[in-house]
Nanobody
Framework: QVQLVESGGGLVQAGGSLRLSCAAS????????VGWFRQSPGKERHFVAG????????DYVDSVKGRFTISRGNAKNTVYLQMNSLKPEDTAVYYCAAGLRYYGSFSNSMRYWGQGTQVTVSS
């Protein structure tokens, strides 16, 4: 059973940066499909960024392209989401998720979820 724990959220002013971390245990994380999702109050959870190790470039939702970067740590059991030029509309709970196989979209492929970390961007 894979367990995911996010960290790194917090309060930041617009234009600032944060780096979220997702630490995995209980599985061969470096072979998983990994994604970051976010959920704002009153809204559904949406895909933000994802990567299929060894299967091409990472994917990003259009609203974060050029500002967010998903990457893997040297220990290979950690995934990061570097968030730059943050905007108030980026405010949400951010979730790390992982899956074993890709089923056409990251949203359809996630099997394991973290508990989430709050990101608040003030204007």
């Amino acid at each position: 059973q894979v367990q995911l724990v996010e960290s790194g959220g917090g309060l930041v002013q617009a234009g600032g940066s944060l780096r979220l971390s997702c630490a995995a245990s209980g599985g061969a994380f470096n072979s998983y499909i990994v994604g970051w999702f976010r959920q704002s109050p009153g809204k559904e959870r949406h895909f933000v960024a994802g990567v299929r190790w060894g299967a091409g470039s990472p994917d990003y939702v259009d609203s974060v392209k050029g500002r967010f970067t998903i990457s893997r740590g040297n220990a290979k059991n950690t995934v990061y989401l570097q968030m730059n030029s943050l905007k108030p509309e980026d405010t949400a709970v951010y979730y790390c998720a992982a899956g074993l196989r890709y089923y056409g979209s990251f949203s359809n492929s996630m099997r394991y979820w973290g508990q989430g970390t709050q990101v608040t961007v003030s204007s």
